[in-house]
T-cell receptor
Framework: GDSVTQMEGPVTLSEEAFLTINCTYTATGYPSLFWYVQYPGEGLQLLLKATKADDKGSNKGFEATYRKETTSFHLEKGSVQVSDSAVYFCARYSGGYQKVTFGIGTKLQVIP | DTAVSQTPKYLVTQMGNDKSIKCEQNLGHDTMYWYKQDSKKFLKIMFSYNNKELIINETVPNRFSPKSPDKAHLNLHINSLELGDSAVYFC??????????????FGAGSRLTVL
Protein backbone atom coordinates (compact mmCIF):
# COMPACT_ATOMS: atom_id res chain seq x y z
CA GLY A 1 0.00 0.00 0.00
CA ASP A 2 0.90 3.67 0.04
CA SER A 3 3.59 4.46 2.56
CA VAL A 4 6.27 6.92 3.53
CA THR A 5 9.63 5.91 4.95
CA GLN A 6 11.78 8.38 6.82
CA MET A 7 14.96 8.04 8.79
CA GLU A 8 14.68 7.22 12.45
CA GLY A 9 15.96 9.71 14.93
CA PRO A 10 16.95 11.22 17.06
CA VAL A 11 19.19 13.49 15.07
CA THR A 12 21.45 15.70 17.18
CA LEU A 13 23.24 18.63 15.57
CA SER A 14 25.18 21.64 16.71
CA GLU A 15 23.79 25.07 15.93
CA GLU A 16 24.57 26.23 12.36
CA ALA A 17 25.13 22.67 11.12
CA PHE A 18 23.63 21.38 7.86
CA LEU A 19 20.50 19.27 8.20
CA THR A 20 19.21 16.46 6.00
CA ILE A 21 16.28 14.24 6.95
CA ASN A 22 15.65 11.53 4.38
CA CYS A 23 12.19 10.60 3.17
CA THR A 24 11.11 8.18 0.45
CA TYR A 25 7.63 7.26 -0.68
CA THR A 26 6.03 4.35 -2.51
CA ALA A 27 5.67 5.14 -6.18
CA THR A 28 1.95 4.63 -6.66
CA GLY A 29 0.08 7.32 -8.50
CA TYR A 30 1.12 10.96 -8.36
CA PRO A 31 1.03 11.93 -4.69
CA SER A 32 1.42 15.35 -3.19
CA LEU A 33 4.23 15.41 -0.63
CA PHE A 34 4.52 17.33 2.61
CA TRP A 35 6.76 18.02 5.56
CA TYR A 36 5.05 18.78 8.86
CA VAL A 37 6.77 19.93 12.06
CA GLN A 38 5.66 19.28 15.64
CA TYR A 39 7.13 21.47 18.36
CA PRO A 40 7.05 20.15 21.93
CA GLY A 41 3.55 20.07 23.38
CA GLU A 42 1.90 21.22 20.17
CA GLY A 43 0.04 19.76 17.20
CA LEU A 44 1.63 19.28 13.81
CA GLN A 45 1.84 22.22 11.43
CA LEU A 46 2.63 22.34 7.76
CA LEU A 47 6.25 23.24 7.02
CA LEU A 48 6.29 22.90 3.23
CA LYS A 49 4.75 20.96 0.38
CA ALA A 50 5.26 19.97 -3.28
CA THR A 51 2.52 18.76 -5.58
CA LYS A 52 4.38 17.43 -8.62
CA ALA A 53 7.73 16.10 -9.76
CA ASP A 54 10.68 18.57 -9.61
CA ASP A 55 8.69 21.03 -7.46
CA LYS A 56 10.67 22.50 -4.59
CA GLY A 57 8.88 23.41 -1.39
CA SER A 58 10.52 25.92 0.93
CA ASN A 59 9.75 27.70 4.18
CA LYS A 60 11.73 29.14 7.11
CA GLY A 61 15.02 28.16 5.46
CA PHE A 62 13.93 24.55 4.96
CA GLU A 63 13.74 23.04 1.47
CA ALA A 64 12.65 19.76 -0.10
CA THR A 65 12.53 18.75 -3.76
CA TYR A 66 10.06 16.22 -5.17
CA ARG A 67 12.28 13.65 -6.93
CA LYS A 68 10.23 11.20 -8.94
CA GLU A 69 13.26 9.27 -10.24
CA THR A 70 14.39 8.41 -6.71
CA THR A 71 10.91 8.62 -5.08
CA SER A 72 12.38 10.94 -2.48
CA PHE A 73 11.49 14.19 -0.71
CA HIS A 74 14.45 14.87 1.57
CA LEU A 75 14.26 17.82 3.95
CA GLU A 76 17.29 20.13 4.11
CA LYS A 77 18.36 23.26 5.94
CA GLY A 78 21.69 24.95 5.55
CA SER A 79 22.10 26.21 9.10
CA VAL A 80 19.92 24.93 11.91
CA GLN A 81 19.02 26.87 15.05
CA VAL A 82 18.12 25.72 18.54
CA SER A 83 14.55 26.80 17.81
CA ASP A 84 14.37 24.16 15.03
CA SER A 85 14.38 21.40 17.65
CA ALA A 86 11.17 19.48 16.97
CA VAL A 87 9.81 16.31 15.41
CA TYR A 88 9.58 16.35 11.60
CA PHE A 89 7.07 14.25 9.69
CA CYS A 90 7.14 13.43 6.00
CA ALA A 91 3.70 12.78 4.52
CA ARG A 92 1.95 12.00 1.26
CA TYR A 93 -1.54 12.55 0.01
CA SER A 94 -2.56 9.18 -1.29
CA GLY A 95 -5.49 10.11 -3.48
CA GLY A 96 -8.90 8.72 -2.82
CA TYR A 97 -10.79 10.81 -0.35
CA GLN A 98 -8.49 13.03 1.70
CA LYS A 99 -6.21 10.38 3.14
CA VAL A 100 -2.79 11.62 4.25
CA THR A 101 -0.18 9.02 5.24
CA PHE A 102 2.57 10.06 7.66
CA GLY A 103 6.08 8.73 8.21
CA ILE A 104 7.27 7.73 11.67
CA GLY A 105 8.62 11.18 12.51
CA THR A 106 12.25 12.19 13.07
CA LYS A 107 13.20 14.01 16.23
CA LEU A 108 15.74 16.78 15.74
CA GLN A 109 17.68 18.22 18.64
CA VAL A 110 19.89 21.23 18.03
CA ILE A 111 22.40 22.06 20.74
CA PRO A 112 24.04 25.47 21.21
CA ASP B 1 -9.18 32.58 17.83
CA THR B 2 -7.83 29.05 17.74
CA ALA B 3 -8.44 27.47 14.32
CA VAL B 4 -8.86 23.87 15.53
CA SER B 5 -9.64 23.57 19.22
CA GLN B 6 -10.05 20.36 21.13
CA THR B 7 -11.04 19.71 24.73
CA PRO B 8 -9.95 18.54 27.15
CA LYS B 9 -6.21 19.02 26.74
CA TYR B 10 -5.49 16.42 29.43
CA LEU B 11 -7.64 13.52 30.54
CA VAL B 12 -6.72 11.02 33.25
CA THR B 13 -9.17 8.22 33.91
CA GLN B 14 -9.53 4.66 35.13
CA MET B 15 -9.77 1.54 32.99
CA GLY B 16 -13.32 0.68 32.05
CA ASN B 17 -14.59 4.26 32.06
CA ASP B 18 -16.21 6.03 29.12
CA LYS B 19 -14.87 9.40 27.98
CA SER B 20 -15.30 11.91 25.17
CA ILE B 21 -13.02 14.36 23.42
CA LYS B 22 -14.53 17.29 21.53
CA CYS B 23 -13.19 19.14 18.51
CA GLU B 24 -14.30 22.30 16.75
CA GLN B 25 -12.84 24.12 13.75
CA ASN B 26 -13.63 27.68 12.68
CA LEU B 27 -11.84 27.53 9.33
CA GLY B 28 -14.85 26.56 7.25
CA HIS B 29 -13.12 23.31 6.24
CA ASP B 30 -15.13 20.45 4.82
CA THR B 31 -13.17 17.51 6.20
CA MET B 32 -12.23 16.64 9.78
CA TYR B 33 -10.07 13.85 11.18
CA TRP B 34 -9.03 12.06 14.31
CA TYR B 35 -5.43 10.85 14.59
CA LYS B 36 -3.82 8.86 17.40
CA GLN B 37 -0.17 9.50 18.33
CA ASP B 38 1.55 6.91 20.49
CA SER B 39 4.48 7.39 22.86
CA LYS B 40 6.97 6.93 20.00
CA LYS B 41 5.31 9.78 18.08
CA PHE B 42 3.86 7.42 15.46
CA LEU B 43 0.76 9.06 13.96
CA LYS B 44 -2.14 6.95 12.77
CA ILE B 45 -5.41 8.07 11.22
CA MET B 46 -8.54 6.77 12.91
CA PHE B 47 -11.50 8.48 11.26
CA SER B 48 -12.34 11.13 8.72
CA TYR B 49 -15.60 12.95 8.06
CA ASN B 50 -16.52 15.08 5.07
CA ASN B 51 -19.51 17.35 5.60
CA LYS B 52 -20.76 15.15 8.45
CA GLU B 53 -20.36 11.95 6.43
CA LEU B 54 -17.92 9.23 7.53
CA ILE B 55 -15.40 8.62 4.74
CA ILE B 56 -12.42 6.99 6.44
CA ASN B 57 -12.82 4.38 9.14
CA GLU B 58 -9.52 2.66 9.78
CA THR B 59 -9.05 -0.52 11.78
CA VAL B 60 -10.08 0.85 15.13
CA PRO B 61 -11.86 -1.03 17.96
CA ASN B 62 -15.60 -0.39 17.91
CA ARG B 63 -15.22 1.03 21.40
CA PHE B 64 -14.25 4.21 19.54
CA SER B 65 -17.22 6.06 18.08
CA PRO B 66 -16.90 9.37 16.26
CA LYS B 67 -19.79 11.75 15.85
CA SER B 68 -20.09 14.82 13.66
CA PRO B 69 -23.15 16.94 14.48
CA ASP B 70 -22.17 19.48 11.82
CA LYS B 71 -19.18 20.05 9.59
CA ALA B 72 -17.46 22.28 12.16
CA HIS B 73 -17.50 19.66 14.93
CA LEU B 74 -16.13 16.15 15.27
CA ASN B 75 -16.26 14.42 18.64
CA LEU B 76 -14.71 11.14 19.72
CA HIS B 77 -16.33 8.91 22.31
CA ILE B 78 -14.43 5.98 23.80
CA ASN B 79 -16.16 3.21 25.74
CA SER B 80 -14.59 0.80 28.21
CA LEU B 81 -11.19 2.47 28.19
CA GLU B 82 -8.11 0.21 28.18
CA LEU B 83 -4.49 0.86 29.12
CA GLY B 84 -3.50 0.73 25.45
CA ASP B 85 -5.77 3.67 24.68
CA SER B 86 -3.32 5.97 26.43
CA ALA B 87 -2.01 8.32 23.76
CA VAL B 88 -2.33 11.84 22.39
CA TYR B 89 -5.37 12.25 20.16
CA PHE B 90 -5.23 14.94 17.51
CA CYS B 91 -8.12 16.48 15.68
CA UNK B 92 -7.41 18.02 12.27
CA UNK B 93 -9.28 19.60 9.40
CA UNK B 94 -8.67 20.36 5.73
CA UNK B 95 -10.46 22.05 2.85
CA UNK B 96 -11.61 20.02 -0.13
CA UNK B 97 -10.33 22.39 -2.77
CA UNK B 98 -8.23 25.45 -3.48
CA UNK B 99 -4.54 25.92 -2.83
CA UNK B 100 -4.87 24.51 0.67
CA UNK B 101 -6.47 21.25 -0.44
CA UNK B 102 -5.10 18.22 1.41
CA UNK B 103 -3.21 20.42 3.88
CA UNK B 104 -4.13 19.49 7.42
CA UNK B 105 -4.56 21.99 10.25
CA PHE B 106 -4.11 20.25 13.60
CA GLY B 107 -5.41 20.97 17.05
CA ALA B 108 -3.04 21.05 20.02
CA GLY B 109 -3.89 17.49 21.04
CA SER B 110 -5.67 15.77 23.92
CA ARG B 111 -3.43 13.61 26.10
CA LEU B 112 -5.38 10.63 27.42
CA THR B 113 -3.90 8.61 30.29
CA VAL B 114 -5.68 5.43 31.33
CA LEU B 115 -4.71 4.08 34.76
Amino acid sequence: GDSVTQMEGPVTLSEEAFLTINCTYTATGYPSLFWYVQYPGEGLQLLLKATKADDKGSNKGFEATYRKETTSFHLEKGSVQVSDSAVYFCARYSGGYQKVTFGIGTKLQVIP
Amino acid sequence: DTAVSQTPKYLVTQMGNDKSIKCEQNLGHDTMYWYKQDSKKFLKIMFSYNNKELIINETVPNRFSPKSPDKAHLNLHINSLELGDSAVYFCASSPNGGSGANVLTFGAGSRLTVL
